[in-house]
């Protein structure tokens, strides 16, 4: 019998198959920015691309130095990583947040987004449970939800939420793509519905580090949690704060018993950070030096952009935290992102992150600080 038998099923994955898991997800944000993107590009200027927020400094050298030394690998590397790697995750975690963990409840991650993606279905969630993230959001807060066939659900408060369904409860603070903070109170009572009603809380808090006119709390903090981590994740990532985007290190701690339950279901999965990249990581948590450095080289930025955006009309809100300036000229933010566009200017439409972002734009102060002069001559001539 031909292979090509039309009355046979299709291969899996193929046009025609009874399930593609691509037909559960939404269309991929970035593909609908390309046309303005090559309009950016024409511009005589070149582009001022700040729509993806992804570090353009070196890597430091202190970072660089620890992965050289650690190519000569040829053995496997651990999922749970070696206990100097978590001894350093949880001696940044007292540190830096403030939080009295030890290395059994810290686990490394491949990325912080692929965690985001992949923790509801690793936690077992399925269809019947609902992944509850803010109304202004993340993309992949979304699609970990329908990975796994669970139901997202936006939330402006938890009181909204329904907490018979509810499984898992996002909180991103420093928000992409606001830029919002979220006080130590506004924690603590996210923190007490959630163990009221046993829903697991995960908090992003990949942009703690910049925080600018806001000191942001983690959820693992004493003021917040009561130094009890039961029912509570924190999720971070070294991409922005040491330019690490490209290592893809990145780290979850907290509730010990969750923690163990990943590792075995990672472990299955072979879901293992690169042990150079292991040796990195150690290295970066280390150094506090390259983090202030970076600070101020982002602070200049931010101050520089800002500016100009307000002097060219925009109403700069919340912005207090992150790499983001969340900006709106009041009218749809893709007529925002064609005019700014026309002027060699790329940024990201705010409809990406939710609905209620339709007015915004989300304005990323990654370039380079030539880039970032040359969008403020544009801006402000």
């Known amino acids: ?26 269309v991929f944000p970035w593909d609908k920015l390309e046309p303005y993107k090559k309009t950016a590009l024409a511009h005589p200027g070149g582009l001022c691309d700040f729509s993806v927020g992804t570090p353009v400094d070196p890597v430091p050298e202190v970072i660089q130095k620890a992965l050289a030394a650690h190519t000569d690998t ?24 403030g939080a009295d963990i030890g290395p059994e409840a810290v686990l490394p991650t491949v990325g912080s987004k692929e965690l985001v993606a992949w923790l509801p279905g690793q936690l ?25 066939g669970a139901e997202p659900v936006e939330y402006g408060s938890v009181d909204e939420l329904d907490p018979t369904r509810v499984r898992l409860l996002w909180l991103n603070s420093p928000s992409n793509p606001t830029g919002r903070v979220l006080s ?35 959820v693992l903090h004493p003021s917040v949690c009561g130094g009890d981590h039961e029912g509570l994740l924190a999720v971070h990532s070294l991409s922005k704060r040491s330019n690490l985007a490209g290592y893809r290190a990145s780290f979850v701690a907290g509730d010990p018993v969750v923690i163990r339950e990943l590792l075995e279901v990672r ?27 970076q600070r101020d080289r982002y602070a200049r930025r931010r101050a520089s952009l800002r500016a100009a955006l307000e002097a060219y009309g925009f109403r700069i809100e919340h912005s207090e935290a992150s790499l983001y300036l969340w ?22 439409p ?31 001539r």
Request: proline share 8%; hydrophobic share 45%; glycine share 8%.
């Open 327 to 348: 900006a709106t000229q009041d009218r749809p933010c893709w007529e925002t992102v064609a005019e700014l566009a026309a002027l060699g200017i790329l940024v990201a």
């Open 267 to 293: 472990k299955h999965g072979g879901m293992i950070v690169p042990a150079p990249v292991q040796a990195a990581t150690v290295a970066a948590l280390a150094d506090d030096a390259h983090v202030a450095e």
């Open 184 to 218: 130590a109170e506004e924690l603590r009572r996210a923190v007490a519905w959630a163990r009221e009603h046993r829903v697991l809380l995960v908090s992003d808090e990949c942009y703690l580090e910049l925080g600018w006119e806001a000191d942001p709390a983690s």
């Open 350 to 380: 705010g409809d990406f992150y939710g609905p209620a972002g339709a007015q915004f734009v989300r304005v990323a102060f990654t370039a380079t600080d030539e880039r970032v002069a040359a969008a403020v001559e544009r801006l402000t």
């Open 124 to 148: 077992g969630l399925g269809p019947g449970d609902q992944v509850a993230y803010p109304r202004l959001a993340y993309p992949t807060y979304e699609v970990g939800a329908r990975l796994c």
């Open 1 to 26: 019998m031909s292979t090509n038998d039309s009355t046979r099923a299709p291969f899996p994955g193929h046009p025609g198959a009874a399930r593609r898991v691509s037909d559960l997800l939404p």
């Open 74 to 97: 040829p053995g496997y590397p651990t999922v749970w990583g070696p206990l100097d790697l978590r001894e350093a995750i949880a001696g940044w975690l007292r540190r830096r947040v």
